[in-house]
């Protein structure tokens, strides 16, 4: 091996095997590799090997020296120098430059630095030949050699002259670096295009994330959209279905005459249409565009060209945002993909907005219900009152927290008790509004007149007046007077009260229509003289409503049953194990109704 091939050797083994970079020491034990996830990849997957052939085969033909370009394991990624296509282009260029006269091949070469089609600029090369020689370096070299300064400049010349292959070689390598230092300008540009993209997003997260309400929302997104865009004015509209409509919830810089121009349907306004449809939709003239919906406001309002798309949130239109300047205007593609990805983020700040507000409404509602429950709760006798010669008890089980079901004792001095259990239609605040007007009617009217007949019919008048077509009551309502030992009752469409006598059950009467129905409605009484021993169940029919998951109700045949087989506890005995009785045959399966129910016994 000459010296000349061992030092090629030698440079060819420092350049396959550099000496590692010290790199900045990563937090912890996290390799910096890892960082930056370059592990595992591969010099291709960052220049293809067209374009790394070309850089090896422009080098090797300037510097006249053997190049290869290899991966991080020494396999080579590019054919031996060099390669037919590098060849057959230089005879490409030097013919072209032949075509052009016998010095063309010296004549200068440009190539042009473009990025997203505007010039930045070119790198030019140009023969040393064609330059002027330094007449200092001529004459020194004259001196030397003992020769004339034209000779001398010959020679020079013929020293520095090129080939015909270096040149086509030089032009394609200066090509590669034009391009080169273009796509690492457009390379800059996107990222600083992403860096404002993330600024912008970040800056309009920060200010929605701070807001306080949905209208707090929206109008910091407006005004934070015409800002990083620098547009004149901003509007947002949200989606009513129902309407097929978009109606304005927020405007930066739009004056209240043209955010109240009109409505904009859907179906008339074709920009909105397009946009909701998932476009972004460009208007360069508002005044002249057919889209436009109202193009003469839009003159009035000083703005020309628009910018619109979709908040579209996990997939559904929510709304449209528009950006407005006030110059007509074409917008680029960055501030198209800004707009959509602002559009986007914002469509998730209104939806948290929205969901904030509902969470808010519904603890303040849920917090109302509570109060109106406590409230229904104390309307609720806190125990059965205690008479000498019998035993009573009561047991009342919402479905929800606010109930449709209510009993009632009304005392009548030491002599009578008044005994109501009545049964709402409906769940909720609207039944336990209607439950607490229905004992009002009651304990106003029963207290003044003793006649149960008469009673009933008031508490009708009362009920239909205060009641929508829809709502009505059923009440089992009596009178016990304790000396005579006599129950005066009345039923307005509610189940009857079973009598347990004797071993037997007998229905107590029926009655007339529910409540709140027909205001001329009659109703009736019956009388029953109670005798030692007797036993007597008022309830409401979520007892027997009772379901399991087989869609069976418990009925009045296992309520009969379950009754006569607890007839010998005591009352509150006798409620409890009713109300165990239906839940093990619910088992696990909601229960979809109030449970109510009165026990009296006669135990002298």
Not at 129 to 149: G, M, P, Y
Request: glycine letters at 6%.
């Amino acid at each position: 091996m000459t010296s000349t091939e061992s030092k090629t050797s030698a440079a060819s083994d420092s350049l396959r095997t550099p000496p590692p970079i010290p790199l900045p020491d990563a937090p912890g034990n996290t390799d910096i590799a890892d960082l930056v996830s370059f592990r595992g990849t591969s010099l291709t997957d960052f220049i293809d090997a067209d374009t790394l052939q070309d850089i090896q085969d422009s080098l090797a033909a300037v510097a006249q020296v053997s190049a290869c370009i290899r991966d991080a394991n020494g396999m080579p990624l590019t054919e031996p120098t060099v390669s037919h296509r590098f060849q057959t282009r230089s005879a490409a260029i030097a013919a072209a430059h032949r075509d052009g006269g016998m010095d063309s091949i010296h004549q200068p070469f440009s190539a042009p630095i473009m990025v997203a089609g505007v010039r930045l600029g070119s790198i030019s090369i140009e023969s040393i030949r064609r330059q002027n020689l330094d007449a200092a370096r001529v004459e020194k070299l004259a001196a030397k050699f003992s020769i004339d300064a034209a000779q001398a400049r010959e020679l020079l010349q013929l020293c520095v002259s090129e080939s015909e292959l270096q040149r086509s070689a030089g032009i394609q390598f200066l090509q590669l670096l034009a391009s080169a230092i273009s796509r690492l300008c457009e390379q800059e540009m996107q990222l600083r295009r992403r860096i404002v993209e993330l600024s912008t997003l970040f800056h309009i997260s920060t200010i929605t994330a701070e807001a306080r309400g949905l209208a707090q929302t929206l109008d910091r997104v407006t005004q934070s959209v015409a800002q990083a865009m620098g547009a004149k004015a901003c509007s947002l509209r949200l989606l009513d279905n129902q309407r097929d409509e978009l109606v304005i919830k927020s405007g930066y810089n739009l004056s209240d005459a043209y955010l109240k121009k009109g409505p904009i349907i859907v179906d008339k306004s074709g920009v909105d249409r397009e946009a909701l449809g998932g476009k972004v939709v460009q208007v360069v003239d508002m005044a002249t565009d057919p889209r436009i919906a109202y193009p003469d406001d839009a003159r009035r309002e000083g703005i020309a060209s628009v910018l619109s798309t979709a908040l579209s949130y996990h997939g559904h239109p929510i709304g449209v945002i528009r950006v407005y300047t006030d110059t007509p205007k074409t917008f680029t593609s960055f501030e198209v993909r800004l707009l959509q990805s602002i559009a986007n983020q914002a469509a998730a700040a209104i939806e948290n907005a929205r969901l904030q507000e509902e969470a808010i409404e519904k603890e303040r509602l849920h917090r109302q219900v509570q109060i109106a429950a406590e409230v229904q709760r104390r309307m609720i006798p806190r125990g059965a009152p205690s008479i000498k010669g019998f035993d009573i008890a009561a047991l009342y089980v919402p479905c929800f927290e606010l109930g449709g079901d209510f009993y009632d004792f009304i005392e009548f001095g030491p002599q009578a008790l008044g005994i109501a259990v009545a049964d709402i239609v409906g769940k909720g605040l609207p039944a336990s509004i209607l439950m607490a007007s229905a004992r009002a009617s009651i304990r106003a009217y029963a207290s003044d007149i003793y006649d149960l007949d008469e009673v009933i019919s008031r508490v009708n008048k009362a009920i239909v007046a205060d009641t929508q077509l829809g709502e009505f009551v059923t009440l089992w309502y009596g009178t016990l007077e304790f000396k005579t030992r006599r129950l005066t009752y009345s039923v307005a469409g509610h189940d009857p009260a079973l009598l347990l006598r004797d071993g037997a059950i007998r229905e107590l009467g029926s009655g007339g229509m529910v409540l709140g129905v027909d205001a001329n409605e009659k109703y009736g009484k019956h009388i029953l003289d109670i005798r030692k021993g007797d036993c007597i169940l008022i309830y409401t029919d979520g007892l027997t409503d009772a379901m399991n998951f087989g869609g069976e109700s418990f009925g009045k045949k296992r309520l009969r049953d379950a009754y006569l087989r607890y007839a010998d506890l005591p009352a509150e005995q006798i409620c409890r194990q009713l109300i165990w009785e239906t839940r093990r045959f619910v088992g696990l399966n909601s229960r979809v109704d109030d449970t109510t129910m009165v026990v009296i016994k006669a135990v002298e």
